[in-house]
């Protein structure tokens, strides 16, 4: 299951909440497994996953009826309390012998249909005896308008917004979420290295790209991030692969990553065409060092202000006198940003089961840029790596 | 540019707006060419584009600082008045002679951080003396609470929600996105055509779709949909392609299309390993001239509900007595779907510009599904198709 149930049921009851309400697409699959396969593809379609209280009554999940096979075809859904809403025909044989997925598509098929999302929602809500309850609803993922309308349906609940709790609850991996996280890790590398193959002068940077992202496809995972970089053009943050040609001597950096199975890599390594000059090599590894420092720092209990002090303190000893970050990671998961945020303002302590990007980055207009990320997960004594490669430069022939 | 500003003038006209602000990120890249990479990897980042009336400003766009780079490398982006927030580092090499671009990203860092992303909105508004103004704002990309909270920030300004607005500018397209439509059609049929070619007996699912999605990669788009299911697979909507392995005598059903310079492609086709049943020839040709009714009747002044109800009537009569659907197809453009939606409650009238997906999709569980869906192009005297190839059945030899 991708759901941390008990840190769920642990801050539903310090909040004093009998239920929470998933709406965001990213929440909805990590609280129920589903997944709707036009969430990229069609703005603002409202499911919503409902999680009552230990003892107040089985989660359901609401959704729209053209989604009633996503119910029965993915393996993650582990709710089998459907409430469905809207108009879909699917027809069904009826001579035929139906296998035990097509039975289940049509007693789906047949519940009565809700209408709205929200009637849908607060007949679930209603059915569970929560008409009275103290509701946390994730804002998110809500159509503007519909947090008040929600309120004005459930005359006696108390609705609150919980959207920081899903965050929070996010925030410490369940096994099923550091597997995928590290398969995510694995394809990254393994593309980037793909990339790296066709990496010689006169090639582009989008024959990279290609290189790039048709791995991650072959390995089963959707492309999302590929910054990938060349000469001058690796200082652009968010490079995207263009016409330009590899030349000797480049700096080429990748700031990558795709989605296996809903979950993100964010993974980030920089080689060179040929030796790299002096000052890319100093940079570069006190840039490393830097993520090496975190690494050695971080186990449960340890603020993330701290790491971030420590890091920002050895990359300017180790080279870059002047470096200065915003942040120097941040949790990964279903989203790409997930708590915590390893910044100098974050109040954020570490916790065992956390998954972290740690990363130095270092962007140099007119020169180059040049980045370490590593994706971690935190155990009881200190840093399990997801990572199969070093940060270190990779110098490539030329 | 991808936005149509005559529509948009027109529209903002009718509706006595001296300005619009778009701030969901399919909106924020219509408005502005600016498409943020991290919009796949992280929920909520906000950027927005401030679009006055003619003669009341020039356009801006409000950006976190991270994304100044993104302002410089895209060639889509037109507009040149920028107003970022937040803390973000970029260097920049002291004695290099730097390039163009690099000369405009360092001004871009050097202008005012307004430290959040409403407090920048706000600066753009005041600069374009527009704090009196009516204004119209997309309200679906706004953090939950920040409709209120520009209220209180513009006290004497009149805000109203304006995300309707969006959506029926962009529901005539201009030239640039139809060219980029048509590109993006054109992949997802060459992808079909690359799954067809490893398609025989014994081959798995999960092989065509990965035959499929990467060439949408080669052809430089991204993977989207990708439903692609054989046999009693097909009758699912979503057909995630999975484990099964292909039989004589499948029907195979695509559903399918990439995003190319980020517009999406929504194209279904049926292909069968081997002599179909005379039910599959019957049904699929009683289908496909649904869509061929759909084009003879769709030119500028038709009816949505009334190309509806003769697509429904034509399957019937044509040989599925019983066919029901919600609707028979829908805009498509930068989102999925797009104005207007070809539903028998529609109230909207096909206007020259538009781009449509028609559809006739027809499930039956235990059986099989069957679709045809093509995407055209409507022009002054009738339709254009953005197809290369035809929608009838594809028989392969087996």
Known sequence: ?????????????????????????????????????SRYFRHGQQSYVLLPAPGRGEPAIIVTTSSLDEMV???????????????????????????????????????????TPLDALCAAIADSGLATARIGIDEFGLL?????????????????????????????????????????????????????????????????????HGRTVREGAHPVLGSI?????????????????LQSGDVIRFDVGGRYR??????????????????????????????????????PGVKASDIFDAVVEAVRR???????RGHVGHGIGIEGYDVP??????????????TLCVETPYYEIGSWGLQVEDMIVVRRDGVESMMSTDGGLKVLAC
């Open 262 to 299: 809903h979950y993100l890599a964010d993974v980030a390594r920089v080689a060179t065409l040929g030796e790299p000059t002096a000052r890319v090599r100093q940079y570069h590894r006190a840039l490393h060092v830097g993520v090496l420092t975190a690494f050695e720092m971080i186990r």
């Open 1 to 37: 299951m991708l759901l941390n149930v008990e840190r769920c049921h642990e801050m539903m009851e310090r909040r004093g909440l009998d239920a929470v309400v998933a709406t965001l697409p990213e929440n909805v699959t990590y609280a129920s497994g589903f997944a709707s396969q």
């Open 229 to 245: 970089g060349s000469g001058p053009g690796s200082a652009m943050i968010h490079a995207e692969p263009g016409d330009r040609v």
């Open 73 to 115: 075809s993915q393996a993650d859904v582990w709710i089998r309390r459907i409430y469905r809403y809207g108009f879909f025909l699917i027809e069904h044989a009826k001579d035929l012998a139906c296998d035990s997925g097509d039975q289940r598509l049509m007693e789906l098929c047949n519940l009565p249909d809700h209408g």
């Open 144 to 212: 503007p308008g519909y947090f008040g309308k929600l309120g004005s349906l459930l005359p006696k609940a108390t609705i609150e917004p919980a959207a920081d709790l899903f965050r929070n609850v996010r925030a410490v991996k369940t096994a099923e979420e550091i597997s995928r996280l590290r398969r995510a890790a694995w394809i990254a590398e393994e593309s980037i290295a793909s990339a790296l193959e066709v990496a010689k002068p006169g090639v582009s940077e989008r024959e990279l790209g290609l290189a790039f």
């Open 318 to 324: 180790e080279g870059i006198p002047h470096y200065q």
């Open 341 to 354: 945020n390893l910044s100098p303002s974050s109040d954020a302590v570490i916790e065992e089961g956390m």
